[in-house]
């Protein structure tokens, strides 16, 4: 076996440390359009995020035209691309209602969604698929959700836009093995996981849940949580217990690169420029 002197082990030291730290995922960094001060003109926001080192934005669903052509000129001023479209209709009007009237609108709110991905130049829109509720059983939830869901994948495929299907506390997909097949089900590259790495802190590990939706995933979701105030909560980056070198490991394993949007409540400059730290110290590995 070989020995070494000091002068070598301390002149290998930066190499072997270089080598054992983890490597930065290629994500971009994105921010939630909600996050932004909502008093200032768009394009103040978009630069805000822009100046605070973000590299991308998601924006809610804009029916109006005028409004959501703001929005697209803002991104071009700022170069700051939109990646993601934030659907709005899905929890005030389910896919899963037994409603036609309800499903409709659900639908209709899809469809001025994907058309907003489209003019912005987004290739994701973001839908919760179902709430169950009392007045909608688990299995009603599922069929009647794939159902509809069915109906906007032509329009998805006109848009080269994927539906990244969204885990939340919907009371619905909750296990990432239930998760997978509703995806699997429609067997379509136009439906994809939209995953939220901090929603499934109450039901499970975040890691255990990247590692087995795999390339199913479309986009990711940055948020924390505690068990450790007297109420569960969603906390800043960094101040709750999700494990983030175990997500860090587990997202570099299955090989994801593009956009991450971080979730969090709004703030001003500075707090957003912490946040943006906050999202690469994680992304570096460096937690």
């Not at 052509?69 to 001023?77: D, Q």
């Not at 299907?165 to 067997?187: G, H, M």
């Not at 795999?214 to 569960?232: C, E, P, Q, T, Y």
Request: net charge positive.
């Amino acid at each position: 076996m070989p020995s070494f002197t000091r002068r070598q082990i301390l002149a290998a030291a930066p190499f072997l440390a270089a080598a054992a730290a983890p490597a930065r995922l290629p994500i971009r960094r994105a921010v939630e359009f909600s996050m932004l001060p909502g008093k200032i003109p768009v394009l103040d926001r978009f630069q805000m995020a822009r100046d605070a080192g973000f590299e991308a934005i998601e924006c809610p669903t804009t029916p109006d035209t005028a409004a959501a052509e703001e929005i697209l000129a803002a991104s071009r001023k700022t170069a700051l691309p939109i990646h993601s479209v934030m659907n709005a209709e899905h929890w005030r009007s389910p896919l899963s209602s037994a409603d036609p009237a309800v499903v409709e609108k659900s639908l209709e709110g899809m469809r001025i969604s994907l058309r907003n991905a489209k003019l912005w130049g987004a290739d994701t829109v973001l839908l919760v698929p179902a709430v169950v509720n009392p007045e909608t059983t688990y299995a009603q939830a599922w069929e009647r959700s794939q159902r509809q869901i069915r109906k906007l994948i032509p329009l998805a495929g006109e848009a080269k836009v994927v539906i990244g299907i969204e885990n939340v506390w919907n009371k619905f997909l909750l296990s990432p093995l239930e998760f997978a097949r509703y995806v699997d089900d429609f067997a379509s590259p136009w439906i994809r996981a939209y995953f939220d790495i901090g929603n499934v802190a109450i039901a499970g590990y975040p890691q255990d849940w990247i590692r087995t939706l795999g390339k199913r995933i479309v986009k990711l979701h940055f948020k924390d949580f505690s068990f450790k105030k007297r109420l569960a909560e969603f906390t800043p980056l960094l101040e709750g217990e999700i494990d983030w070198r175990a997500v860090h490991a587990a997202i570099a394993e299955i090989g994801y690169q593009g956009a991450a949007t971080v979730e969090l409540s709004a703030g001003d400059a500075a707090y957003l420029k912490e946040v943006n730290s906050r999202f690469e110290k994680i992304l570096a590995g460096q937690v």
